[in-house]
């Protein structure tokens, strides 16, 4: 009798808990972290990350909730570009705006999209995927970080407190710049890089003469306020950086199989789409508003004189491929992804 009423007890109970509702997952929280300012292409609130974010949280049916920590708002170290990566693989931030050319020795590879070759961002930035997933970058797989999207910003160009007009004006002119490749760029144009003030400070640099001017894109002589001090621009191509989107690995493992389809679905080359298309979009937006400034001037080079700083920075390709037989098939790789690209005989996978 005792056994029947306990086995009874034990079906109802049963009963009861098939009944009960299943409690909701709490919401899993990315945090993104950068040393970019607010409001800018990245962070801005219809920017990529929160772009990003939305089409995330939305396909993940809300499990998962993106919050921007732009300016390095997320401690101290978040306002230095060179610690994004550890940032990342310390798990201080879930994920970042890694600048790989920050981190010397990491991304060997990444170096060669610091050579002049690309037109624009798109372009380069599905090239540059496509060689990650081909296993050719150097870096790219890691325990500590999984890469969610590769991009390359659009070509940097010269910026200057001083007008030049020809490759002559450029003797003696200390240029901030970032990374060997670019360094070389300076040099062989016959100016003096100076790799110790960081983009965050290239402005104030310039406005105090430390340095005389940059190599950046039209987009970041704005978001660095570089414009305010900088009023002279010379458009030609002279090199890019790379960037990488990165989340840290464990917080990627541990996703639920829901969150992470949300992830996977939104990263990738449509991650690597979004991001060149808004790099071209705002390029040209933000170049526009630069030339109808009274103040600033922009000098697009004549066919000789522009054939006189090509042959100059020639020699700074030649020299990268000499470097090593790896530098030699990366750049014939990536001359040869770009071609199919610009064809329209391949898309990065």
């Given at each position: ?116 070759a ?38 940097n ?22 990374g ?18 960081s ?71 449509a ?31 004549d ?32 001359q ?14």
């Amino acid at each position: 009798m005792k056994v029947s009423h306990a086995l009874s007890a034990f079906a109802l109970a049963g009963t009861m808990l098939a009944s009960a509702p299943v409690a909701a997952q709490d919401p899993i929280t990315i945090r993104i972290a950068t040393f970019l300012p607010p409001n800018g292409l990245f962070t801005g609130a219809e920017g990529v990350f929160a772009t990003w974010g939305k089409q995330v949280e939305a396909d993940s049916g809300g499990l998962v909730k993106v919050q921007i920590f732009p300016g390095g708002t997320l401690g101290a170290a978040g306002r230095d570009p060179s610690a994004q990566l550890k940032m990342v693989t310390d798990g201080v931030a879930d994920m970042s705006f890694i600048i790989p050319t920050t981190t010397p020795g990491r991304f060997p590879d990444d170096s060669v999209f610091g050579l002049p070759a690309a037109e624009n961002s798109l372009e380069a930035s599905l090239a540059y995927w496509t060689l990650s997933q081909a296993g050719i970058m150097r870096g790219h797989k890691d325990d500590g970080f999984h890469v969610l999207g590769l991009c390359v910003n659009p070509p940097n160009t010269l910026h200057t407190k001083d007008a030049v007009t020809k490759l002559e004006d450029l003797k003696g002119l200390r240029l901030q710049s970032s990374g060997p490749e670019q360094q070389a760029i300076i040099r062989a144009l016959g100016a003096a890089p100076i790799g110790t003030v960081s983009v965050r400070d290239v402005a104030e640099a310039i406005s105090r003469g430390v340095v005389d001017g940059t190599l950046k894109d039209w987009i970041a002589v704005n978001s660095f306020r570089i414009v305010q001090s900088a009023f002279h621009h010379v458009d030609i191509p002279l090199g890019s950086a790379t960037i990488m989107i990165a989340m840290n690995a464990e917080k990627y493992r541990s996703l639920p199989p829901k969150a992470k389809a949300a992830v996977d679905k939104n990263s990738g080359e449509a991650l690597v789409r979004l991001m060149g298309t808004r790099f071209d979009g705002a390029l040209a937006q933000n170049k526009e508003k630069i030339a109808k400034d009274s103040k600033h001037t922009i000098v697009a080079l004549d066919a000789k004189e522009k054939a006189r700083w090509d042959k100059a920075v020639e020699g700074v390709i030649a020299d990268w491929r000499k470097q090593s037989p790896e530098n030699d098939k990366l750049w014939a790789a990536y001359q040869k992804t770009l071609g199919e690209i610009r064809g329209g005989k391949r898309a990065a996978r």
